[in-house]
């Protein structure tokens, strides 16, 4: 049993070794492997300290080229290096080799911008051309080799430029070499197109001379072309657009801006000044800026500048232009020779406007009662040979016709609202001395004529005429200085009364706003003046007739007005023989002036339905007056002084004033 036991214990004590040796073993394998991961570790680390030896002598060897197979991938596990160490700033010396990583980044990327550099200084001294060839070259040589060579090296650097493109948006250094690369591209094209393109803009204008809008066209052509080949051009450089591209292109445009400017910003001829803006606004800016602006944005906002430039001009010299030959317009004996011209030369048609004839029926006061025919669809200038029109009012309508294209909606209202003021005063003038020289009818039916034509040109604009002036009002100043005079004895009140505080209150200007329509101006002008006529022409035919009743009238108020019953035709000048010469000399009256009023409305109206609405008020007149009359004979005569006056029926003065 012993020896049992004894075997039993050498058992146990064999068990416990051979357990604690393999446990022991055990731990030397995880100990092992620990060590193991611990040195891949280490060894994965060291990788990025390692490789700075063997990138420094790759990035210094003489055999090393920006453009070689071997170059982009240094510069790429250069960026992993720099990135790793960064952010691992707790591992030894990391900041040493980052530092040194980072000096040869700075070496790598300079290396890039040294190759770009000398690619585009090479490029540009070989197509430079001295001043003397300059001048020799044609323009079409002389910007063609520029582009062409310059497209040739364009692959050497875009590919370099793609690459530092992709990592410009995360990194500072690769942003900072693409815009010194950008900017120095821009400097040597800037460099070799300037001189150039200086002498090309100055041939265009030697070759126009004193054609302005040719000018001004072919160089904004000219300019278009070249921003659009410079816009292709640099992307074959880069591949993205920056916004130095759209400094370095209006750089370029300036350069026509300057050589231009001084030919048209002293121009006095308006219609020269016109054409320029429709050059300017029609067909550089909206042909060509307008479809493609990305490309000509910089050279529209130098062709903007250059329009706002002529518009100023042109505003300048139409304001100018209307105080000079419309305001103060010395008409010529032979621009009042009305009817006279008219007559020279007569209309060849009876075609008017709707509307024309729709003014003419409001200005007279009498409602249109006859159809509009179909062929009232014209111009009321189709009537007329503008030839005919009075000078201010052809000058007027060019103007107005020149600014609507040229210049602004807000500002053509308000131009058009001081061309419309002076038209019509020079016309108004014109009327008093033609009513002088040919007598009132005339000048009146001058006016109307004119104001028609005027009205009937303005329609076709798409503007509001109606303009609204500010101001100030100092009218109660006065009142307010004179009450602080008169309580001056309270001007250190220390209330409410103080006469100093109600006079700081009370004399503070007033704003006001006063609404001008040229348009309701022209159509009030109108509509007066055809009252006048009527009033005139009514006048000339019944002057005998009303003269009898305005004083039979007072005869009979006055005997209203006393009491007395006074016999009308023993008045001096109403016996029933003065009444029946007064009726005679009127009737011969009316059939003398008749037939000439009806001539001078077809000579001056030229329209038969504007010549019935005119007339039908006139009519309406006369026979009303001989109404009146007869209501006064047939009231205060007898049957033998009725007969002895002999006063024509109401029929027989409507059969009498017609139009034939």
């Known amino acids: 049993m012993s020896e049992l036991e004894r075997l039993q214990e050498q058992y146990r004590h064999v068990s416990t070794q051979t357990g604690a040796l393999h446990s022991a073993c055990e731990q030397l394998l995880e100990d092992q492997t620990r060590l193991v991961e611990t040195v891949t570790s280490i060894s994965d680390k060291l990788v990025f300290f390692d490789d700075y030896d063997s990138i420094y002598h790759k990035l210094h060897s003489p055999m090393l080229s920006v453009m070689s197979e071997t170059f982009m991938p240094i510069l790429t596990r250069l960026d992993e290096c720099i990135s790793y160490l960064s952010s691992h700033p707790q591992f030894q010396e990391s900041s040493v080799y980052l ?3 980072n000096q040869c980044q700075a070496y790598a990327l300079s290396l890039i911008k040294n190759h770009t550099v000398s690619t585009l200084r090479d490029a540009t001294k070989q197509v430079m051309p001295s001043p003397a060839v300059l001048e020799t070259l044609s323009t079409d040589d002389m910007f063609g080799s520029f582009f062409g060579k310059f497209r040739t090296c364009a692959p050497r650097v875009k590919l370099l430029m793609e690459q530092v493109e992709e990592k410009a948006d995360r990194k500072e250094n690769y942003r900072s070499l693409l815009y010194d690369c950008q900017q120095c591209y821009f400097n ?10 200086t002498t090309a803009v100055r041939r265009l204008v030697a070759q126009h001379g004193s054609d302005r809008a040719a000018l001004v066209r072919s160089g904004g052509t000219f300019m278009v072309r070249l921003c659009q080949d410079e816009y292709q051009l640099f ?19 300036s350069i026509l801006y300057d050589e231009l400017r001084p030919c048209f910003i002293k121009l006095n001829h308006f219609e020269t000044l016109a054409d320029l803006c429709i050059v300017l606004k029609v067909e550089l800016i909206e042909d060509y800026v307008a479809q493609k602006p990305t490309e000509l944005s910089a050279f529209g906002a130098v062709a903007e500048q250059m329009l706002e430039d002529v518009q100023q001009r042109l505003v300048y010299r139409a304001q100018s232009f209307m105080q000079s030959d419309i305001q103060q317009y010395s008409p010529s004996p032979g621009d009042l020779a009305y009817p006279d011209k008219l007559r020279v030369s007569k209309p060849s048609g009876n075609e008017s406007s709707e509307s024309a004839v729709a003014t003419v029926a409001e200005a007279s006061s009498s409602s249109l009662t006859m159809p ?17 029109w009075y000078p201010t ?17 807000s500002v ?6 001081e061309a419309l003021a002076v038209c019509v005063q020079s016309l108004v003038q014109a009327m008093a001395e033609i009513s002088k020289k040919k007598g009132q009818m005339n000048g009146l039916l001058f006016l109307i004529k004119h104001l028609l034509i005027l009205r009937e040109q303005i329609a076709p604009f798409d503007v509001n005429f109606a303009v609204k002036e500010r101001g100030l009002d100092f009218s109660h100043l006065k009142d307010a200085a004179v009450s602080l005079f008169q309580h001056r004895n309270r001007m250190f009140a220390l209330n409410y009364q103080n006469a100093f505080l109600e006079f700081v209150l009370q004399s503070g200007p007033h704003l006001t706003e006063n609404y001008l329509d040229s348009r309701k101006d022209v159509d009030n002008r109108l509509k007066s003046s055809c009252e006048q006529f009527v009033a005139t022409v009514t006048a000339a ?6 003269e009898y009743v305005e004083k039979a009238q007072r005869i009979l108020d006055m005997s209203a007005k006393q009491g007395s019953k006074v016999k009308l035709r023993q008045q001096p000048f109403a016996g029933p023989g003065k009444v029946h010469d007064v009726v005679m000399e009127n ?25 019935c609405i005119l007339f039908k008020p006139v009519k309406e007149a006369v026979v009303s007056a001989y109404k009146q009359f007869s209501a006064i004979i047939d009231k205060h005569y007898s049957t033998e002084d009725l007969a002895i006056i002999s006063c024509p029926a109401e029929e027989q003065i409507s059969a009498l004033i017609v139009m034939p």
């Open 235 to 253: 992307l074959r450089f880069f591949s993205k657009t920056c916004p130095g591209l759209d400094e370095f292109l209006e750089s370029l445009s």
């Open 188 to 197: 040597f094209r800037l460099a070799l197109l300037q001189p150039s393109l």
């Open 393 to 409: 009012l052809q000058r007027t309508l060019v103007c107005l016709a020149k600014l609507y294209r040229c210049i602004n909606k």
């Open 587 to 611: 009737f011969k009256a009316l059939e003398a002036k008749m037939p000439d009023i009806l001539q001078l409305m077809r000579l001056y109206l030229a329209n038969r339905e504007l010549e």
């Open 99 to 101: 530092a040194r990583f």
């Open 541 to 546: 035919l019944t002057g005998p007739i009303a």
């Open 372 to 388: 509009i025919s179909p062929g009232m669809r014209q111009q009321l200038a189709s009537a007329d040979q503008q030839g005919m």
């Open 412 to 417: 053509f209202e308000s131009m058009s609202q």
